[in-house]
């Protein structure tokens, strides 16, 4: 059986099968009992959370209405591929960017340059495979 990532969230649109759901996100910090007792020692930012909207492409988008309780779930693989797509690939292309162009003769300063430079094509494409990528990224809603 496929580990899965599940967050709890409520549905905010519905538009023909694309449901879009609110889910928040909390640090581990915001359901602590004695978050206040940090916050008040440390920065008011301990105990954050974010709220973000999830797409979802659900067949039977018709039985729900907005303001429902909804699971919405991801494979963790699918996870490991975002985190990949969007850190680790970039990371790389940056380092090896930044070797190729100190191995060529350029000074640090036009290294800096060419390594975040070498950015914009990778988002660029990225971009244009967005179609691609939301087929392979899929999340999915348990009621």
Known sequence: MAKKITHQGLVATIN?????VRIVQTSACAGCQIAEHCRSN???????????????????ANTLKVGDHVTVSAEASMAGRALWLGFGFPLVLMLLSMAIALLAGCNEGIAALIMIGSLIPYYIILALLRSRITKTIVFTIEV
Do not use: C, F, I, R
């Open 16 to 20: 023909g099968q694309h449901v879009q």
């Open 42 to 60: 440390m920065s008011d930012n301990t105990a954050e959370s974010k709220e973000k909207l999830v797409d979802v492409w659900y067949p039977k």
